[in-house]
């Protein structure tokens, strides 16, 4: 493995890093600056294209989230087994499983299925896809009936 994949691999892992910091710490307008101007963000079925399209996401995304925990707690994202494929100069492809605490404990979990590629010198997302797999029985984001709400509160 040359050098140059490290560093990149390296960058790679703190893009995603980055971005459950910054959700988790409600820093919105950073987590939008970690996708292309033309990204895609997939969440279930819902396809959001683009920095305004995600930063709408997002917004919603807060909104809901204070609502559906009510008011004082927290919103913790964990990223485990982060696979890195470089598939090409300045693009790459990425696979992880995310684990999301609140204050009921482990709340719900998924999978991230990212492309990434280089931008003014810098790795961000091309393409990421969330999907989550399942919630606990006491999910504070866990849809009120199939098919509704939790898809689109899960970032």
């Avoid at 470089?86 to 999978?111: K, M, Q, S």
């Amino acid at each position: 493995m040359e050098p140059a994949d490290l560093l990149a691999r390296e960058a790679i892992r703190d893009l995603v890093a980055r971005y459950n910091a910054y959700g988790d710490g409600g820093l919105l307008d950073r987590m939008v600056g970690l996708f292309a101007e033309d990204a895609v963000l997939e969440v279930g079925d819902d396809r959001y294209e683009g920095h305004d399209a995600v930063r709408g996401l997002f917004a919603g995304t807060a909104e809901r989230s204070a609502a559906a925990v009510g008011g004082a707690t927290y919103v913790r994202h964990s990223v485990t087994t982060h696979q890195i494929d470089l598939v090409a100069p300045g693009r790459a492809t990425g696979r992880a499983y995310f684990t999301v605490l609140t204050r009921v404990g482990l709340d719900h979990w998924g999978r991230y299925l990212d492309d990434y590629r280089v931008v003014d010198g810098r790795w961000r997302f091309a393409r990421r896809r969330v999907l989550t797999d399942d919630f606990a029985p006491s999910s504070l984001f866990a849809p009120s009936a199939p098919g509704e709400g939790a898809r689109r509160l899960e970032t």
